[in-house]
């Protein structure tokens, strides 16, 4: 069993930054994918971001590349997701997820077995 706990949403203004934090519960966070979703009112899920196991393949939404960068830390099972350049149109909650079947990059929900709570962030114009 895996807990995660999403941290680090909020209000921002268009242009700005957040990071969001992801901890993990658990011994093998190391050998997990990770990743980063949103949903935003009124639709699907959708996927942001995902990191491997070793933090060194990385993937992105083309909605999002140049603007986050997703890392880890596998000594404080975090992962997280800096979100530069806000827009408008990033306002979602935003989900992080593990894959204990995976360790290379993931972009499907369906790969992820583990869910956070959710974090809700607001991107004013």
């Known amino acids: 069993q895996v807990q995660l706990v999403e941290s680090g949403g909020g209000l921002v203004q268009a242009g700005g930054s957040l990071r969001l934090s992801c901890a993990a519960s658990g011994r093998n966070f190391s050998r997990y994918a990770m990743g980063w979703f949103r949903q935003a009112p009124g639709k699907e899920r959708e996927f942001v971001a995902t990191?491997?196991?070793?933090?060194?393949?990385?993937d992105y939404a083309d909605s999002v590349k140049g603007r986050f960068t997703i890392s880890r830390d596998n000594a404080k099972n975090t992962v997280y997701l800096q979100m530069n350049s806000l827009k408008p149109e990033d306002t979602a909650v935003y989900y992080c997820?593990?894959?204990?079947?995976?360790?290379?990059?993931?972009?499907?929900?369906?790969?992820?077995?583990?869910w956070g709570q959710g974090t809700q962030v607001t991107v004013s114009s």
């Open positions: 990191i491997s196991w070793s933090g060194g393949s990385t």
């Open positions: 997820a593990a894959s204990v079947r995976y360790s290379h990059t993931e972009v499907a929900s369906r790969g992820y077995d583990y």
